[in-house]
């Protein structure tokens, strides 16, 4: 049928629905609405409901109504219901069997979820918080990536810089830290005001600006509001009054801050080329240099009153025998101004910011300069620190490579003068002092740093363990080093390297043995290390449990077996106990294996997988156990994330995302440490309350939030006899460790 046909149906559908609209109104007008008839209503001029005998009218209308459409002005049809479809439906309460089939593919672990034998839910202890809370006594780490200069002396024996979302005031001569705790994030940017002790911290994400003294900790001032991504640079002025704030938007925006008075006075959006520093004239509020890429410029801060404004005064010339590049840092010599750039090179502008002379300092970037009296110090990544008199000859070089280290790995990211001492802040995360006068160094601080390659910083830190017979704790980052500390003196008593199987394979997992002896390594290759911690960590044995990375490894209470898991979706089961790795038995998953649970008399293993299933089997046969044969199990450990001894740490509906990374039993066995986001939370243990609600949730216990924490938590362990708590953070290669107070 052609198109003409298909207009003469719709034009004879249209005039019988005319037709029908007529009767509608030929039937009113006749009289049908007399005494005890039903009341017509009429919407926009049309019947919204009426009642006839005519059977054409019934069809067209289909018990439905018409309306004016108050968008297009048409009539629309609106169907109306059925009476039938009206009728009340019985409710019907879900089965228990309904409710199993809905939990096996939404949750299944909580089909394997039974109380003890005699369990009374709503007791009234479990409905409260823990009575214990934890501080933050101890960071292990110094950030430097993605940040520079953030390294200062606070006196004489108090040193200043960050790791994580922390600000980190660390006594040298006690061996104890004080901490800035006002950030949320991970703070990117630090300045320090030596005449006032002043010190500003920037963050990622939600960039906020805290001012605070760095002799007492106190916050002074929060500042925020304007930056985005990220605060990548702070800079005091001379009074200390102004803070001057560089943000890593699009822009590269620039704000001005009377932190006194907690307001933005002044502000400049630069460009889209990068700005990386900024730095205030000596004894000057007013004016300051940026540099950045392809970017040399001085900005002018005015004052009309009580009116601030920012603009730039003047860029800086290059001439002939410059090179527009990456400018990175920037300093003073005099009157001066000296920047250091990405060439290697050392350039000085007069007081007409002009390109006065060009030294050629290092074989790769200069990355940070300082001033001690009267000489310029700087620092680049080649790994050299340089002194230079005014002449920009050169008085001294102190090479910072370590033996058996990387020249990238020892490259300069921030230099502060105290005096003949140099600090010296190193992109391995290690911190020297100095001495100008001899060229003495003092190893201060070394922590994990991650895999630095060609294009800057990669990997992360999983490895962490406790000693079951000390206070000694060892961790392990993709540096490839394994490192053992004593978290009494919170010194590294022990390093060495654990080089895997090739490029990429790095440690994943630690495990210290429950009598000491043995410290064991998984790796991301599937190879597993043993290392003798009576002959000097030693390795002993290395084994091959599959070709995919091992995700656990767990000893037995009694060191007789270990259980390692792998990404094959197996778990084997080793004999550990004359140190020949022999496999007993092996265990079939369904998923990646994140955790293993030993039983107390080492008879069985509580697993759970990624899929979030929790299954238990008999050792070493590796037979699957119905997991109402183990509800009066007792366990040796508790790290499983799935499980009704945890079901409490998950909020709302558990299977709506994997927001939490670890949760760890107390040896006591009355709570439960666990992560979740930034956040370190802690509740009592078991951590059941009174199981799922009516809606099928299990609601989040009362616990306690401990912040800021890492920016990944990657691993929790309790320490010491309980005393401690011990976490680490994946991308930012920190350790924290947590004191246990009463609360």
């Given at each position: 049928?052609?198109?003409?046909?298909?207009?003469?149906?719709?034009?004879?559908?249209?005039?019988?629905?005319?037709?029908?609209?007529?009767?509608?109104?030929?039937?009113?007008?006749?009289?049908?609405?007399?005494?005890?008839?039903?009341?017509?209503?009429?919407?926009?001029?049309?019947?919204?409901?009426?009642?006839?005998?005519?059977?054409?009218?019934?069809?067209?209308?289909?018990?439905?109504?018409?309306?004016?459409?108050?968008?297009?002005?048409?009539?629309?049809?609106?169907?109306?219901?059925?009476?039938?479809?009206?009728?009340?439906?019985?409710?019907?309460?879900?089965?228990?069997?309904?409710?199993?089939?809905?939990?096996?593919?939404?949750?299944?672990?909580?089909?394997?979820?039974?109380?003890?034998?005699?369990?009374?839910?709503?007791?009234?202890?479990?409905?409260?918080?823990?009575?214990?809370?934890?501080?933050?006594?101890?960071?292990?780490?110094?950030?430097?990536?993605?940040?520079?200069?953030?390294?200062?002396?606070?006196?004489?024996?108090?040193?200043?810089?960050?790791?994580?979302?922390?600000?980190?005031?660390?006594?040298l001569a006690e061996g104890k830290q004080a901490f800035c705790q006002d950030h949320s994030s991970t703070i990117t940017a630090l300045a320090f005001h030596k005449g006032r002790n002043l010190?500003?911290?920037?963050?990622?994400?939600?960039?906020?600006?805290?001012?605070?003294?760095?002799?007492?900790?106190?916050?002074?001032?929060?500042?925020?509001?304007?930056?985005?991504?990220?605060?990548?640079?702070?800079?005091?002025?001379?009074?200390?009054?102004?803070?001057?704030?560089?943000?890593?938007?699009?822009?590269?925006?620039?704000?001005?801050?009377?932190?006194?008075?907690?307001?933005?006075?002044?502000?400049?959006?630069?460009?889209?080329?990068?700005?990386?520093?900024?730095?205030?004239?000596?004894?000057?509020?007013?004016?300051?240099?940026?540099?950045?890429?392809?970017?040399?410029?001085?900005?002018?801060?005015?004052?009309?009153?009580?009116?601030?404004?920012?603009?730039?005064?003047?860029?800086?010339?290059?001439?002939?025998?410059?090179?527009?590049?990456?400018?990175?840092?920037?300093?003073?010599?005099?009157?001066?101004?000296?920047?250091?750039?990405?060439?290697?090179?050392?350039?000085?502008?007069?007081?007409?910011?002009?390109?006065?002379?060009?030294?050629?300092?290092?074989?790769?970037?200069?990355?940070?300069?300082?001033?001690?009296?009267?000489?310029?110090?700087?620092?680049?990544?080649?790994?050299?620190?340089?002194?230079?008199?005014?002449?920009?000859?050169?008085?001294?070089?102190?090479?910072?490579?370590?033996?058996?280290?990387?020249?990238?790995?020892?490259?300069?990211?921030?230099?502060?003068?105290?005096?003949?001492?140099?600090?010296?802040?190193?992109?391995?995360?290690?911190?020297?002092?100095?001495?100008?006068?001899?060229?003495?160094?003092?190893?201060?601080?070394?922590?994990?740093?991650?895999?630095?390659?060609?294009?800057?910083?990669?990997?992360?830190?999983?490895?962490?363990?406790?000693?079951?017979?000390?206070?000694?704790?060892?961790?392990?980052?993709?540096?490839?080093?394994?490192?053992?500390?004593?978290?009494?003196?919170?010194?590294?008593?022990?390093?060495?390297?654990?080089?895997?199987?090739?490029?990429?394979?790095?440690?994943?997992?630690?495990?210290?043995?429950?009598?000491?002896?043995?410290?064991?390594?998984?790796?991301?290759?599937?190879?597993?290390?043993?290392?003798?911690?009576?002959?000097?960590f030693s390795e002993f044995l290395r084994i091959r449990s599959g070709r995919r990375r091992v995700s656990v490894l767990k000893f037995s209470p009694d060191s007789k077996y270990l259980a390692v898991a792998n990404g094959e979706?197996?778990?084997?089961?080793?004999?550990?106990?004359?140190?020949?790795?022999?496999?007993?038995?092996?265990?079939?998953?369904?998923?990646?294996?994140?955790?293993?649970?030993?039983?107390?008399?080492?008879?069985?293993?509580?697993?759970?997988?990624?899929?979030?299933?929790?299954?238990?089997?008999?050792?070493?046969?590796?037979?699957?156990?119905?997991?109402?044969?183990?509800?009066?199990?007792?366990?040796?450990?508790?790290?499983?994330?799935?499980?009704?001894?945890?079901?409490?740490?998950?909020?709302?509906?558990?299977?709506?995302?994997?927001?939490?990374?670890?949760?760890?039993?107390?040896?006591?066995?009355?709570?439960?440490?666990?992560?979740?986001?930034?956040?370190?939370?802690?509740?009592?243990?078991?951590?059941?309350?009174?199981?799922?609600?009516?809606?099928?949730?299990?609601?989040?216990?009362?616990?306690?939030?401990?912040?800021?924490?890492?920016?990944?938590?990657?691993?929790?362990?309790?320490?010491?006899?309980?005393?401690?708590?011990?976490?680490?953070?994946?991308?930012?290669?920190?350790?924290?460790?947590?004191?246990?107070?009463?609360?």
């Open positions: 049928m052609g198109a003409g046909g298909s207009a003469q149906l719709v034009q004879e559908h249209l005039d019988k629905q005319d037709a029908c609209i007529k009767k509608i109104h030929a039937a009113l007008e006749s009289g049908a609405a007399g005494p005890g008839a039903p009341v017509s209503a009429f919407i926009d001029g049309e019947p919204a409901e009426c009642h006839s005998d005519d059977s054409d009218i019934e069809d067209e209308l289909q018990l439905g109504r018409y309306v004016l459409n108050e968008h297009s002005k048409r009539k629309t049809y609106v169907p109306e219901k059925d009476d039938e479809d009206e009728k009340d439906v019985e409710w019907k309460e879900i089965t228990d069997e309904e409710r199993r089939n809905e939990l096996s593919y939404s949750r299944p672990w909580l089909l394997n979820t039974l109380p003890p034998t005699n369990w009374e839910y709503n007791v009234t202890d479990r409905d409260k918080a823990p009575s214990v809370k934890l501080t933050l006594e101890h960071v292990y780490g110094y950030r430097t990536r993605g940040s520079r200069n953030t390294l200062y002396w606070v006196g004489d024996k108090r040193i200043m810089y960050t790791a994580a979302s922390v600000g980190i005031v660390h006594d010190a500003a911290t920037g963050q990622a994400t939600v960039c906020t600006i805290s001012v605070w003294d760095a002799l007492t900790q106190k916050s002074l001032a929060k500042l925020g509001g304007y930056h985005k991504t990220a605060v990548c640079a702070l800079e005091f002025a001379h009074s200390g009054d102004l803070l001057v704030s560089l943000g890593m938007d699009e822009h590269n925006s620039i704000g001005v801050y009377d932190w006194q008075q907690g307001c933005k006075v002044a502000c400049f959006e630069t460009g889209y080329r990068r700005i990386l520093e900024l730095k205030f004239v000596p004894n000057s509020d007013s004016e300051f240099v940026a540099v950045g890429q392809k970017t040399l410029t001085r900005f002018a801060i005015g004052k009309d009153g009580c009116d601030y404004s920012l603009k730039p005064a003047q860029k800086g010339q290059l001439g002939k025998r410059g090179r527009n590049q990456a400018f990175l840092c920037a300093g003073f010599l005099g009157p001066d101004v000296v920047v250091g750039t990405a060439g290697g090179e050392i350039y000085r502008f007069d007081s007409d910011f002009k390109l006065a002379e060009i030294c050629y300092a290092h074989s790769g970037h200069v990355t940070s300069m300082t001033q001690h009296g009267d000489l310029l110090v700087t620092g680049g990544m080649d790994g050299w620190v340089n002194v230079w008199d005014a002449k920009f000859t050169r008085v001294s070089s102190i090479s910072m490579c370590s033996k058996g280290s990387r020249v990238r790995a020892s490259g300069v990211r921030a230099l502060d003068c105290r005096g003949d001492q140099l600090l010296v802040g190193c992109m391995d995360s290690s911190i020297t002092s100095v001495d100008l006068t001899d060229k003495s160094k003092c190893a201060l601080a070394r922590y994990h740093c991650g895999e630095i390659g060609s294009n800057g910083f990669y990997g992360e830190m999983w490895g962490l363990c406790e000693d079951p017979n000390g206070p000694r704790f060892a961790t392990a980052s993709d540096d490839g080093i394994l490192r053992v500390w004593d978290s009494k003196s919170h010194v590294c008593v022990h390093e060495a390297p654990i080089a895997g199987e090739g490029i990429g394979d790095y440690a994943r997992v630690l495990e210290w043995s429950t009598d000491g002896r043995w410290l064991s390594v998984g790796f991301q290759r599937g190879y597993v290390a043993l290392f003798d911690t009576q002959m000097g979706h197996t778990v084997t089961i080793y004999e550990a106990e004359p140190m020949t790795m022999r496999e007993v038995g092996v265990i079939k998953y369904t998923s990646v294996c994140v955790s293993v649970d030993w039983s107390k008399d080492g008879q069985h293993v509580r697993c759970s997988a990624q899929d979030w299933n929790l299954k238990y089997y008999a050792v070493p046969s590796g037979e699957e156990v119905p997991a109402v044969e183990m509800r009066d199990t007792e366990w040796a450990s508790s790290t499983t994330l799935l499980g009704w001894n945890v079901q409490g740490i998950w909020p709302g509906d558990v299977a709506s995302g994997q927001e939490i990374n670890v949760a760890t039993r107390s040896h006591n066995g009355r709570w439960l440490a666990s992560d979740a986001v930034s956040e370190l939370r802690l509740f009592r243990y078991p951590c059941v309350g009174s199981g799922l609600d009516a809606t099928g949730q299990l609601p989040r216990r009362p616990q306690r939030v401990h912040e800021p924490s890492q920016t990944n938590t990657t691993g929790v362990r309790w320490h010491s006899g309980d005393t401690h708590v011990l976490t680490i953070g994946g991308a930012d290669n920190t350790i924290f460790q947590w004191k246990v107070d009463e609360a």
